[in-house]
């Protein structure tokens, strides 16, 4: 198993950046993916940023050229850098690893709120 816990949420004003970390523990090795996703009252979960083992990259459109997601295998730990913040940013943000081959993911932070003010 993989254990998720994320850090770095908080309040900003618009056009602020915050910088999420998410530090996994436990069987690391098997980890294909890791991505972050967030969650606004009364909306579905979506995917932001998701990153691979072998290094490729995805972001939704929604956050493309202000978000950056990295990873630090070294120390199992998977950075989201955000920048120009938006109020409709504002959401839960969920650190999620995958290990099989299906595109899955099988271990969830417990989530972090950013909220960014107009």
């Known amino acids: 198993q993989v254990q998720l816990v994320e850090s770095g949420g908080g309040l900003v004003q618009a056009g602020g950046s915050l910088r999420l970390s998410c530090a996994a523990s436990g069987r690391t090795s098997s980890i294909l993916r890791m991505g972050w996703f967030r969650q606004a009252p009364g909306k579905q979960r979506e995917l932001v940023a998701r990153v691979h083992s072998v290094g490729s990259t995805y972001y939704a459109d929604s956050v493309k050229g202000r978000f950056t997601i990295s990873r630090d295998n070294a120390n199992n730990t998977v950075y989201l850098q955000m920048n120009s913040l938006k109020p409709e940013d504002t959401a839960v943000y969920y650190c999620?690893?995958?290990?099989?081959?299906?595109?899955?993911?099988?271990?969830w932070g417990q989530g972090t709120q950013v909220t960014v003010s107009s």
């Open positions: 999620a690893a995958g290990r099989a081959l299906n595109g899955q993911y099988d271990s």
